[in-house]
């Protein structure tokens, strides 16, 4: 009796209570607090951030793969490839000469896409054939425009010594070992597409300016019209044949100045020290350069200055260069250039404008404390840049793992005082010779001999000749980061007391120096 009645009442429980329960389940289902809703929804508008944020930099990922040099051969897995027989032989990949196509922010790519700079290939359209292939990191992306940005850093130690040097008679004091003041550089290009690139760079410490910045070139190259431009046959054509660089820019003149030192940009040179005889201009004006054939060519005309003049008999400059690979892995060039600054005072070290191709040297030169202790010491500077005539041959032959180069050169100032009495006439031969040897894609030596022959003197002939030669070689312990040592000797000789000074010192005492320098760079 108990039990049924305890049964009855669970019963009786169960009907009149389900619905209540029945009723607060559906309430909690149905119902949520408002700021449970508003939290659940920043978690989930959180989550969704994080989602695409995810989804982008796998398509970054991807993007880098795709246009990393070897990617398509390693994914392969072919014991076969190229890539993997690269790899057998201890070398790597030439990498590609194109920048990365990822989307947004700094891209920095795969360390197999940085090449050392005298390795880089001469690629007549990109900006700066030297700088441009090793500017791999994108700063900014802004409709068709991509921003990249390089830097250059550079620090030496020298123990260099000297004999017989005086400057007008005086004898400079004696030379210690010691560092060179650091020097750094910051490259910048924005690129168009296929259409356009505009480059610029700045020497942010330099020997003759250590403690303020200085530009040095600043110019657009353009390679094709604007796409609402396209269309009328004479401008397509012209692009298609021709592209245009404008501004201030290294003017085109030999094959040395891809093979030289600037400033902190370093790598692209196999040795410290430049060449005796260093032609090397930047120029405001205009050049006009062939596209796509075996037989290249260009044409160009500027103030002669890398400042801006209006005086009257101020001068121009004019230049010109053919060049081309008449066999596999052996180029030739021969160049030309013009200027006339003889209207206006009479040049350097008085009043007026020069021509900037010998007299001048923005940057400076690697050596220091030397002969005159000047902003490039050791360096021969012929004439006076005021009516100068140059040419230079230039042979490049690269057959891994040697490299070989030389040229041979002649200049002429036809008028080295200017506008002054008369037209004394300066003339110099230049030359150089080179080569390097690779033991891996790392280590490599390199030896150079470089000189200069007097012909004429103020007018008066002259048998002198000034002689470098430097051996050394260098080590890449990063990808980006190039030590460099170098031996070094130089002497003046056969020059007459009536020949004068020659670039600062006392030629006919026969002054010399030679030592060993030092160098690490870093460039990117």
Same mark, same amino acid.
């Given at each position: ?61 991807? #993007? ?95 123990? @260099? ?10 004898? +400079? ?22 259409? @356009? ?36 046959? +004479? ?11 404008? &501004? ?30 260093? +032609? ?5 004006? @205009? ?76 940057? &400076? ?55 002054? +009495? ?28 470089? #000189? !200069?022959? !007097? ?17 050394? &070689? ?32 006392? !030629? ?17």
């Amino acid at each position: 009796m108990l039990f049924k009645r305890a049964l009855l009442f669970v019963v009786s429980f169960l009907m009149v209570g389900s619905p209540c329960f029945g009723q607060e389940k559906k309430d909690k289902s149905d119902y949520v607090h408002r700021s449970e809703y508003e939290d659940l929804l920043k978690k989930f508008e959180a989550l969704q951030q994080r989602l695409e944020q995810l989804e982008a930099d796998r398509a970054t990922r991807a #993007g880098g793969e795709e246009t990393r040099p070897g990617a398509h051969e390693a994914q392969a897995g072919d014991s076969g490839t190229e890539a993997e027989a690269a790899k057998a032989q201890g070398r790597a990949q030439e990498p590609a000469a194109e920048k990365p196509s990822a989307t947004a922010g700094l891209h920095l790519p795969d360390v197999a896409s940085f090449t050392p700079g005298f390795e880089r290939a001469e690629e007549r359209r990109l900006a700066e054939p030297n700088k441009v292939p090793a500017m791999n990191a994108r700063i900014a992306h802004v409709g068709e425009m991509d921003l990249y940005m390089g830097f250059d850093s550079v620090g030496r130690f020298q123990y @260099l010594t000297q004999d017989n040097v005086a400057v007008k008679g005086d004898v +400079p004091d004696r030379l210690e070992p010691g560092f060179q003041t650091p020097f750094g550089d910051l490259s910048f290009m924005a690129n168009f597409g296929d259409a @356009l690139d505009i480059y610029f760079d700045i020497h942010i410490a330099t020997r003759p300016n250590t403690d303020h910045l200085q530009g040095d070139q600043g110019y657009l190259l353009v390679h094709k019209m604007p796409e609402r431009l396209q269309g009328f046959r +004479p401008l397509d054509w012209f692009f298609e044949e021709f592209d245009l660089k404008a &501004g201030a820019f290294e003017i085109d003149y030999g094959d040395a100045h891809n093979r030289r030192s600037n400033n902190a940009q370093v790598q692209q040179n196999p040795l410290i020290g430049n060449y005796v005889v260093d +032609p090397r201009a930047t120029d405001i004006g @205009l050049e006009l350069i062939s596209a796509g054939r075996r037989v290249k060519w260009l044409l160009g005309f500027g103030s002669g200055t890398y400042e801006g003049h209006f005086e009257n008999g101020g001068g121009y400059s004019a230049h010109g260069k053919v060049w081309g690979d008449p066999i596999k892995d052996l180029r030739t060039s021969f160049s030309m250039y013009y200027s006339d600054h003889s209207g206006d005072g009479v040049g350097w070290p008085g009043s007026g404008t020069v021509g900037n191709l010998f007299r001048t040297n923005r940057s &400076g030169g690697p050596y220091q404390g030397v002969l005159d202790d000047g902003d490039a010491p050791g360096q021969v500077m012929p004439g006076m840049g005021q009516k100068v005539t140059a040419v230079q041959a230039d042979l490049t032959w690269r057959l891994r793992p040697i490299e070989l180069y030389a040229y041979f050169a002649y200049m002429q100032d036809a008028d080295i005082n200017g506008s002054g +009495p008369g037209a004394p006439e300066d003339s110099w031969y230049y030359y150089a010779g080179e080569g390097i040897y690779y033991f891996t894609n790392r280590l490599y030596l390199a030896a150079r001999y470089s #000189g !200069a022959t !007097a012909r004429r003197l103020n007018d008066a002939s002259s048998n002198g000749m000034v002689h470098r030669i430097q051996l050394g &070689g260098g080590y890449w312990f990063f990808d980006s980061v190039l030590a460099k040592l170098e031996f070094v000797y130089q002497k003046y000789r056969d020059f007459s007391e009536t020949d004068g000074m020659i670039s600062g010192v006392d !030629a006919w005492l026969d002054p010399e120096f030679k030592g060993v320098i030092a160098e690490a760079s870093f460039g990117f």
